[in-house]
């Protein structure tokens, strides 16, 4: 078992990373659920495999359990979800002090984190993330919120979780494409902020595709350690946190102009693509770089470049990026692998040129 700190303005907490749900029920008692009441909201295929296990594990502390089942989907991810998501804690009569726990992947994550936010002000909430990416990136970290008319998690808040717990044993009943998705966000730790890391994941990419448990666990440790330590400077995203954001200016373009067909993962490595052919174009990574970033993110199955797009089209669903500030693209770029920049100085052409080379 390993544990690992995370220290933000608004909260202190633990993310647990263990290989069953053996210590969870301590854990929970640790952050105060004991006797509480609680609702756990999970996914249509999530809760086949693992709500039994956990509620049988919340009602030994607490009598006052329940639990909804949600539509599984990015598609799903909106309002009219966490609509009946406050229904449920309405009939539960939940309070401030009561707790959700989101047992899933990102998609319920950043829906009940959401939800916690907003009922009577926010209350209490716990992650028990269940898919690669959810693991290594969405549960950590208190973005939570919801798609409106298309635009990606448009609407939403920073709430914290109370405790994040990794039961890396759920990855096994993951569909490969899944996992996959999961890569891209690793890669994407490995590239902003360790190249030790990028090095790590390219030269074990056969154990990872094996699902090797040891290198699975390492990586969901040294990825938990890269985003705690970046969001424990900066939660709201004043700053260094944005740098969580590359390949995500193009890659919630292209995943709202496909209709969210493709997957977030599979979208990020679409969008990082063309942010480091945007950095080879000012010189900041070379083509050798290049051409290894790209072989990396083949090697995990993942796209490196769409089709029936207009260059245009994309980049005018750009500004919808919420780092845009009055109407200026912030975008963030490579400096070398491992370390990166955020630049709001780059002209119309380049990005265009950059788009045009994942088409
Ligand atoms: N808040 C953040 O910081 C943050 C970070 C990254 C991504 N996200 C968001 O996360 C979402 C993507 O998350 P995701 O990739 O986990 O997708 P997801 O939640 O849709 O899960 C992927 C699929 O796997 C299924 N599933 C989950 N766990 C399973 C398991 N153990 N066994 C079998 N099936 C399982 C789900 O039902 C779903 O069909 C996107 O909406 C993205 O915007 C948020
Ligand atoms: O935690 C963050 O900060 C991130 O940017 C992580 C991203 O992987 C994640 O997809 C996030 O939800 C994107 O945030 P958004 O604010 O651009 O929607
Ligand atoms: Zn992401």
């Not at 647990?16 to 006797?35: A, K, M, R, T, Y």
């Not at 808040?157 to 899944?178: A, C, D, R």
């Not at 679409?270 to 945007?278: D, E, F, K, Q, W």
Request: glycine fraction near 6%; hydrophobic fraction near 35%.
């Amino acid at each position: 078992m390993k544990l690992i700190k995370v220290n933000t303005t608004s909260n202190d907490y633990n993310i647990v990373i263990s290989s069953n749900f053996e210590s969870l029920q301590q854990n929970l008692i640790d952050v105060g659920v004991e006797n509480k009441k609680v609702c756990v909201i999970t996914d249509d295929n999530v809760s086949k495999y693992y709500l039994d296990n956990v509620i049988n594990i919340l009602s030994d502390i607490t009598s006052k359990l329940s639990y909804k089942v949600i539509p599984h989907g990015e598609i799903n991810k909106n309002l009219g979800t966490i609509n009946t998501i406050y229904q449920k804690m309405i009939e539960e009569k939940m309070d401030r002090d009561s707790y959700l726990i989101a047992l899933g992947g990102g998609v319920t994550g950043d829906m009940v984190g959401f939800a916690s936010a907003t009922f009577m002000r926010g209350n209490n909430f716990i992650q028990i993330p269940t898919t690669l990416l959810s693991q290594v990136d969405s549960s950590i970290g208190g973005k939570t919120g919801v798609d409106f008319e298309g635009y990606k998690n448009i609407i939403g808040s920073f709430h914290q979780p109370e405790l994040v717990y990794i039961n890396t044993s759920t990855l096994s009943t993951l569909p490969k494409k899944e996992v996959s998705a999961g890569m891209g966000e690793i890669i994407k730790h490995g590239l902003i902020a360790d190249k030790d890391y990028f090095d790590f994941i390219k030269t074990n990419s056969t154990l990872i595709n094996q699902l090797d448990s040891d290198v699975l666990e390492d990586l969901i440790y040294r990825s938990c350690v890269i985003k705690s330590d970046i969001v424990s400077q900066d939660e709201k995203e004043k700053g260094i946190r944005a740098t969580l954001n590359f390949g995500h200016t193009i890659g919630h373009a292209v995943e709202r102009l496909f209709d969210f067909k493709l997957l977030h993962g599979e979208c990020v490595a679409i969008g990082m693509v063309s942010a480091a052919y945007l950095s080879f174009l000012l010189n900041q990574i070379d083509n050798k770089q290049l051409e290894d970033i790209k072989k990396c993110i083949r090697s995990f199955d993942l796209p490196t470049e769409i089709n029936t797009l207009e260059p245009e089209t994309i980049y005018n669903e750009l500004f919808h990026d919420k780092k845009t500030k009055n109407d200026i693209l912030n975008i963030i770029l490579l400096k070398g692998i491992g370390t990166c920049e955020i630049r709001n100085d780059i002209e119309k052409e380049r990005i265009i040129e950059a788009i045009k080379y994942i088409l």
